[in-house]
């Protein structure tokens, strides 16, 4: 079964950084694109990036653009996040997720999410 | 990128239908049929229910249907359960290479 798995929450200073990781199995990852998503506390659901299955395209939510950095390392089957100048306003859980790319035309959907890692940004 | 909009709240009775709606723009869902819809539960992950506008993913009830015209997608849950209670959202990617959820529906089964 497909197993998406983040770490690297916890509590940070208004302004500091903090790198995510997301570690991927039982998939080939390099095949598939991959997205982070956030949830403020009792809030809806925030896309912030994808990362195209090589690498080499990303696209960000206008409220993180210049702020957070997505990237891969498909040797190790992992996914980043690297969050700077953090804001109380980033306080939230932060989801990976696999896009499904079941054919040509059908992409653009999220097939298989980790559990969620919570980051808190606070002083 | 503004969100894509959705009733705040839906109900219904056990055995009743509901549609939630998911309205966009020209520059979103109606643009695309990379349209998609996610169930989440309190404290759990979200949980895909339909992509592509109106495909179930396989093991997901053929209760779930999903529908677009012009600007606005639906979601429909057909003889709605008590386990159907959960937040809803849509999806959908946009003209401008990037992505956009709705704003959430909570479903009340009465």
């Known amino acids: 079964q497909v197993q998406l798995v983040e770490s690297g929450g916890g509590v940070v200073q208004p302004g500091r950084s903090l790198r995510l990781s997301c570690v991927a199995s039982?998939?080939?990852?390099?095949?598939?694109?991959m997205h982070w998503v956030r949830q403020a506390p009792d809030k809806g659901l925030e896309w912030l990036t994808v990362i195209s299955s090589d690498g080499t395209k990303q696209d960000y939510a206008d409220s993180v653009e210049g702020r957070f950095t997505v990237s891969r390392d498909n040797s190790r089957n992992t996914l980043f996040l690297q969050m700077n100048s953090l804001r109380p306003e980033d306080t939230a859980v932060y989801y990976c997720a696999r896009e499904g790319h079941y054919s040509a035309s059908s992409w653009g959907f999220f097939d298989f999410w980790g559990q969620g890692t919570l980051v808190t940004v606070s002083s | 990128q503004s969100a894509l909009t959705q009733p705040a709240s839906v109900s219904g009775s056990p055995g009743q239908s509901i549609t939630i709606s998911c309205t966009g723009t020209?520059?979103?869902?109606?643009?695309?049929?990379?349209v998609s819809w996610y169930q989440q539960h309190p404290r759990k992950a979200p949980k895909l229910m339909i992509y592509d506008v109106s495909n179930r993913p396989s093991g997901i009830s053929s209760r779930f249907s999903g529908s677009k015209s012009g600007y606005t997608a639906s979601l429909t849950i057909a003889g709605l359960q008590a386990e159907d209670e959960a937040d809803y959202y849509c999806?959908?990617?946009?003209?401008?290479?990037?992505?956009?959820f709705g704003t959430g529906t909570r479903v009340t089964v009465l």
């Open positions: 020209s520059r979103d869902v109606g643009a695309y049929d990379h």
């Open positions: 039982q998939f080939t990852f390099t095949h598939s694109p």
């Open positions: 999806f959908s990617y946009t003209t401008s290479t990037t992505y956009v």
